[in-house]
């Protein structure tokens, strides 16, 4: 299980304006609100009602390579239709954090160019996931591999990484996650829309192989930016929760994968 907001939310941070470092590179960090409702998911909510997540994302840019970090807090109906836990009881918190860093060789091998066709960096990509709670309880998983961010315009992103993953439900398995960026405008309002799409291996209740799919498609809008505000610093939009597979994974065939718009806020602190 992975949220992977790297892929998705911080991508749409590097649009915000970053505090300069020493070594040329870059920092930013936000913070994020969502709310969602009908989370039936099992490995999120059990009870099907809504959940809020906070979230604390930072991420650091330098010339060769780059690190991602963040922490969500949520709230939700984590007990409801779960045993060992009391009637009556509808509000339960959770945490979950990702550490993604990437190394680009190209960069450090001081190369003027990546050497591959369409692409402007790669090299070695690692992900540490780590959560604890009713549910996914004591989760973790290890993941390293590629990483590639291909050759689009100035402030679009489009990327790839590809992992051999180890966690510890269903142990040695893969990951495959695309990401993008895509900022436009409709007369003087500026939009994002970015996201990710993780495809991972896992196993069912069974013992057999299966595949998960997690994504979460953004649309966000700068609202300060057409009443001559600061641009960047707080968008408000949707964010749309898909995960795929979950029901097989954990031998549960009559639960519903999910699907969940969220209402969701984004400020920049720096």
């Known amino acids: 299980m992975t949220r992977n907001t790297y892929i998705g939310i911080v991508l749409a941070s590097l649009l915000a304006a970053p505090a300069a470092r020493a070594d040329g590179g870059f920092s930013t960090t936000n913070v994020q609100f969502l709310y969602g409702w009908k989370f039936a998911d099992?490995?999120?909510?059990?009870?099907?009602?809504?959940?809020?997540?906070?979230?604390?994302?930072?991420?650091?840019?330098?010339?060769?390579?780059?690190?991602?970090?963040?922490?969500?807090?949520?709230?939700?109906?984590?007990?409801?239709?779960?045993?060992?836990?009391?009637?009556?009881?509808h509000d339960d918190a959770q945490i979950y954090a990702e550490w993604h860093p990437r190394v680009f060789l190209n960069q450090l091998l001081g190369w003027k160019s990546s050497g591959?066709?369409?692409?402007?960096?790669?090299?070695?990509?690692?992900?540490?996931?780590?959560?604890?709670?009713?549910?996914?309880?004591?989760?973790?998983?290890?993941?390293?591999?590629?990483?590639?961010d291909f050759d689009v315009p100035a402030g679009y992103v489009l990327g790839l990484n590809i992992y051999y993953r180890y966690d510890r439900f269903a142990y040695n398995q893969y990951q495959v996650s695309p990401f993008w960026t895509v900022p436009f405008a409709i007369g003087p309002v500026p939009f994002v829309f970015t996201g990710f799409v993780d495809v991972n291996g896992t196993t069912t209740g069974t013992g057999t192989q299966a595949v998960e799919i997690w994504a979460q498609p953004e649309l966000l809008v700068d609202v300060l930016a057409p009443f001559h505000g600061?641009?960047?610093?707080?968008?408000?939009?949707?964010?749309?929760?898909?995960?795929?597979?979950?029901?097989?994974?954990?031998?549960?065939?009559?639960l519903k994968n999910t699907s969940v718009p969220q209402i969701m806020a984004q400020w920049t602190m720096y």
């Open 42 to 89: 099992p490995l999120y909510n059990a009870g099907g009602g809504p959940m809020q997540t906070t979230t604390l994302n930072n991420f650091n840019a330098f010339g060769w390579g780059d690190s991602f970090f963040f922490v969500d807090l949520y709230r939700a109906n984590f007990s409801k239709g779960q045993t060992g836990f009391p009637p009556g009881r």
């Open 116 to 148: 591959i066709p369409f692409v402007r960096n790669w090299g070695a990509a690692f992900e540490i996931n780590q959560g604890s709670g009713v549910s996914p309880g004591n989760f973790y998983a290890y993941l390293a591999g590629v990483g590639f």
């Open 230 to 254: 600061p641009k960047n610093k707080l968008y408000v939009g949707t964010e749309w929760f898909l995960h795929r597979g979950s029901a097989a994974a954990l031998g549960m065939p009559g």
